[in-house]
């Protein structure tokens, strides 16, 4: 990768960015040797610049940074590394040093906890049991959930309908996982529409 790193005194600015929910996570500073660090040991290390020294995230809370991907900008003077968090970001305990109103990726972060479940059943997990009635069963309670949506867009309030189509969103993304597919592959097929 051709790093400027001249323009701004030897710093490059980082954007951390959750793989997997694409939530910014936080903004740090790499120098030359905290870049060379990082690509070596796939975690991020920044240079702090109020400690005058490199800086490895997590070095004290054990919440690493494991680097999945990383993007230079058309300038090649701006990083984005797209990573796998070990536990929240920001020193205050939040999951993102930056604070919304609202987890807008919250779809892919439960699509994470569905899969989870998946991979390790919980006795008395609504999923388990959705799964262990089978296909036919998930299936009709995505069918159940699309009525019960439009009942509500016909004749109820919104708050109403919000609830339904929550149910049914969660249905059908219980319906991918185990269909073995994923919501970025219906996001690939709406974008490939799109064109």
């Known amino acids: 990768m051709n790093i400027d790193f001249n323009k701004s005194d030897g710093l490059v600015p980082v954007i951390i960015q959750d793989e997997q929910t694409l939530e910014v996570l936080m903004l740090g500073y790499m120098n030359q040797e905290a870049y060379d660090k990082t690509v070596q040991e796939n975690i991020v290390t920044f240079y702090s610049?109020?400690?005058?020294?490199?800086?490895?995230?997590?070095?004290?809370?054990?919440?690493?940074?494991?680097?999945?991907?990383?993007?230079?900008?058309?300038?090649?003077?701006?990083?984005?590394?797209?990573?796998?968090?070990?536990?929240?970001?920001?020193?205050?305990?939040?999951?993102?040093?930056?604070?919304t109103e609202y987890n807008q990726n919250?779809?892919?972060?439960?699509?994470?906890?569905?899969?989870?479940?998946?991979?390790?059943?919980?006795?008395?997990?609504?999923?388990?049991?959705?799964?262990?009635?089978?296909?036919?069963?998930?299936?009709?309670?995505?069918?159940?959930?699309?009525?019960e949506v439009v009942i509500a867009a016909l004749h109820e309030t919104d708050v109403?309908?919000?609830?339904?189509?929550?149910?049914?969103?969660f249905h059908l993304m219980v319906l991918l996982r185990e269909k073995g597919l994923s919501l970025a592959t219906i996001a690939k097929n709406l974008e490939s529409r799109h064109k």
């Open 49 to 99: 610049r109020s400690k005058n020294r490199l800086w490895t995230k997590g070095e004290t809370s054990q919440n690493y940074l494991h680097v999945k991907s990383m993007h230079i900008d058309c300038d090649n003077d701006t990083l984005l590394i797209k990573v796998k968090a070990d536990g929240p970001t920001c020193h205050t305990g939040s999951r993102s040093c930056f604070q």
């Open 106 to 147: 919250f779809l892919m972060e439960l699509e994470n906890i569905i899969g989870d479940r998946f991979d390790n059943p919980q006795e008395g997990s609504y999923i388990n049991k959705l799964r262990k009635k089978g296909l036919k069963k998930i299936t009709q309670k995505v069918g159940e959930e699309g009525v």
């Open 160 to 169: 109403e309908l919000i609830d339904e189509s929550s149910d049914l969103l």
